[in-house]
Structures are given as structure tokens and as C-alpha cells.
């Protein structure tokens, strides 16, 4: 068997058609396009704020059903005849099933809620069933907005312990900046175009840290087993070679949810509309931050086959024979 001290030193045993790709050769422009965008979403964030739904800022919602097909705009006219103010009306897969959100109104009885939206959503020839109608006042909306960034900030804590573990607490903080990354750029888009943020968007985010999570682990877990195999690379070509070894599986993961999130975009429905455009940018921003956030960040802190090593304690070490 050839040593692999004699194959091309470039390939490090690796066959001639698997070439290694650079990925490590453009990390400062990346680091610099990432810090941009990261200000740019903070920024958003900051001026235009999150346009919160009702889960957060309270309200009533009603799901509607029909006898025959009918268009939101028919609804919102008959809900606004009849004093409901600023209702917000979406279906539910087809136009005899709807879903009906607005703020609490002021001068209705929380008690005569669901007749009186019933009353309401009549039309002409065409009856309507009321279903599930509730109610939630802006204190508890609060306290969901504030239970939910505290599940989003024990995620982020969960996983740096369990990537400190399991690896090197270099990777654990390079995973958590890339996670930290991928959350910001989804509120800053969501605050840029002023999209709904309810709690199914926020669903997507805890999904898009799983995602991402799962990335950085592969990325993570291939780096550790290169360090400990392959000699006389450096740390930036043990990292190169891992992220190239791990393309393909991570080009097959994202295209094949790339493709279920489009189906839901485009034939889910308004219920699931928000939650998909959540995760198409979370794909996108979580495959790039794991190779460009999480290990990159690693490699800047001096990542090197050491981290990696099992050190032998001086006691345990044997006397050189003279």
C-alpha cells in the first residue's frame, strides 16, 4: 500500500478526480459580506421593527366555513358592515375554508364573540359556520412574545453546550455565531418588508436552527476525523477538504427541503405562506453560515489537530530507554 506521504501532497492521499475545493480561500470577503448584512438586519430590526401578529400583540381569530366558494375581500366588507375593525382574512387551502384575524375590539362583549361573528360573515346566498373562534388579550400575546425569545435563546445555549461536548469549544462558538447569524438575517428581512411574524414564523426559525445545527455537526464531526487521519495538511486545508467531502451531502439535504418548502409556499395555503418564506431564507442563510460562519470562525481562533488529540498526562508517559 503507498504511503500517503508520497501521493501529491495537494490530495493527501485523495484520488486525482476528487480535487479539493478552496472554500477557506474567500472567508475574509465572506466574514466582511456577513458583517454587513448582519448590521444592515440589525438595523431594520431596530428602525422599522417586527410587524408582530396577533399570536403576539393579541387579538381574535375565527376559522369560517362556508357552503360555497367566496373571496377574502367579500368577508372583510361584511365584517367591517358590521363594526369589526381591521379584520385580516386568509384561506385555509380553498376558498370555502378561511381563517379571520383582527384586534380586539373595544366595544364587543368577549362573551357574545362568537355570535356575533356569525351574524357577521353571512352573505347572501351563501351561509357560513363559525369554528374554533378565540380570543387573546394582549398580556398573555406578551408573555408569548417573551416566552418565545427565551426558547430561542435556550436553543443557542443548548447547542454550544452540546457542540462543546462533542467536539471543540471553538466549533461550539462558531456554530453558535452561524445560528446567532441565520436568526438575525431572518428578522431583518421579515422587519425589511414588514412580513406577518407570528408564532408559526418563529416555528420556522427554531426549524431553521435544527437545520443549520445539523450542518455545522456533518461539517464539524468530518473536520475532527481529518485532523486525526491526515498529516502534514494545514488547518485551513483539513477544513477545505471536509467541507468538500461534505458538499454533496449537503447540496442533496437542502435541495430536497428547498423543494417541500416551495410545495407548502406555493400550495399550502395562506396558513403555511409565512412559515415557508422563513425557511427558504433559512436554507439559503443556514448552508452559507456553516461553511462560512461556523467553521471559519473556528479556523480564525487557531483550530489545529491539537484540539483534537487525546494529551497524555506526564505521569502516564513512559521513560525514553537509553
Known sequence: MTDLTQQDSKQYGRPDDLKIIPFMKIAKPAAIFSILITIASIFFIVTKGLNLGLDFTGGISAELNYKQAVQPAQVVKALDSAGFKDAVVQTLGSNTDLIVRMP???????????????????????????????AV???????????????????????????????????????????????IIIFGVFALFQWSFDLTVLAAVLAVIGFSLNDNIVVSDRIRENFRKIRGATPTEIVDIALTETLRRTIHTSMTLLLVVLAMMFLGGDGLHWFSVAMFVGIFVGTYSSIYIGTAYALWRGLNRQDFIVQVKPEFEEDEIP
Open 104 to 134: 380586539v375590539q373595544d366595544d364587543l362583549n368577549v362573551e357574545d364573540l362568537s355570535d356575533s361573528i356569525t351574524k357577521a360573515v353571512q352573505l347572501p346566498n351563501n351561509t357560513a359556520e363559525v369554528h374554533k373562534v378565540d
Open 137 to 183: 388579550g394582549g398580556a398573555v400575546g406578551n408573555e408569548l412574545y417573551v416566552r418565545s425569545a427565551g426558547a430561542v435563546a435556550l436553543a443557542l445555549i443548548l447547542m454550544l453546550i452540546y457542540v462543546t461536548i462533542r467536539f471543540e469549544f471553538k466549533l461550539a462558538i462558531g456554530a453558535v455565531l452561524s445560528l446567532f447569524h441565520d436568526i
